[in-house]
């Protein structure tokens, strides 16, 4: 299969991440052009991407297969206003807006397949998680269209609709959950006396040395977790301040929290185009 064209429509953070990702597994910077609002904006996002970036979203749109909408939620509904009419049936509409719900692309978009997807920012290094989801006129070839592109940057799962506030709370959120406890391991170890490169060192090397082992181990975390904790030992001091202090109970709060926030995010669009 070819590389589809893909237009990036809002080159920030996310945009710029696919964006690079996609040249790093092989399109051609001709194949992709991004979208941006300000003439700055175009020129930063171009000395980074060595991608065109276009002002006019007309341009944009035309002829590309892929469009890949990676504006914030609050400009999805400005954005669809600006594309609405351009858009053929034949494209397949990818959109990254976390919580905007598919029917608000699919009402504005009329008989497009649309395919909604939750990433990360992993992708940045090719270790991306991207959960998707098909529209009602999302077919076999759009969805490995969309799923040609989500996974150029990771790894790609497709599940339904109504688990995608959850996985923004998982995977999407993700990444913070685990550089807060890379800061706060990395403060703890300073406080034992460690020097700050050598604490910094050993807990980012700790994260990725235990990711790749619970990633290729065909043991599950409880059980890579059970090897290391001994009767009496130090791991089990640490575990047990850790469950007494309620960190599972914290996480379980942060998850659910962030997936209200997801939800809600979802009403607002909703509200937005008068659903
Ligand atoms: N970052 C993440 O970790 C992450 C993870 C999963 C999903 N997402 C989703 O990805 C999307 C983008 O997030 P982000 O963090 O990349 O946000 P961002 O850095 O603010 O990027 C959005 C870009 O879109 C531009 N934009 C807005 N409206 C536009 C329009 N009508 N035409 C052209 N450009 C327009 C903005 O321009 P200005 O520069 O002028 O504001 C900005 O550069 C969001 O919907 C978010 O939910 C992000």
């Given at each position: 299969m070819t590389h589809p064209t893909v237009a990036i429509l809002g080159a920030g953070s996310m945009g710029e991440i696919l964006a690079e990702g996609l040249v790093r597994a092989?399109?051609?910077?001709?194949n992709i052009i991004l979208l941006v609002r300000r003439e700055e904006r175009a020129r930063e996002a171009e000395r980074h991407t060595a991608i065109r970036a276009t002002l006019d979203p007309v341009e944009a749109v035309t002829g590309r297969d892929v469009l890949v909408i990676a504006v914030k939620p609050k400009d999805v509904e400005h954005l669809l206003g600006q594309i609405g009419d351009v858009v053929t049936p034949d494209q397949v509409v990818v959109s990254l807006a976390a919580?905007?719900?598919?029917e608000i692309f699919e009402s504005a978009l009329e008989g497009s397949a649309v395919v909604r997807a939750m990433p990360n920012t992993p992708a940045a290094v090719d270790e991306g998680m991207t959960a998707y989801c098909a529209g009602d006129h999302a077919d076999s070839d759009s969805l490995a269209l969309a799923n040609m592109v989500l996974a150029a940057v990771g790894e790609t799962i497709q599940l339904s609709e109504d688990l995608l506030d959850a996985v923004t709370a998982v995977s999407g959120t993700g990444p913070a959950y685990v550089f807060l406890l890379a800061e706060a391991l990395t403060e703890a170890a300073i406080r034992e006396g460690l020097p700050h490169h050598a604490a910094e060192k050993l807990v980012i090397q700790t994260l990725r040395g235990a990711g790749a082992l619970l990633s290729v181990s065909d043991k599950s975390a409880f059980r890579l977790r059970a090897e290391v904790?001994?009767?009496?030992?130090t791991t089990a001091a640490a575990m047990h301040m850790l469950e007494d202090g309620g960190f599972r109970a914290l996480m379980e709060r942060a998850v659910r929290s962030a997936a209200q926030r997801s939800r809600e995010l979802g009403d607002m669009a909703r509200e937005q185009a008068g659903k």
């Open positions: 092989g399109w051609e910077t001709e919580g905007v719900p598919v904790t001994s009767p009496g030992g």
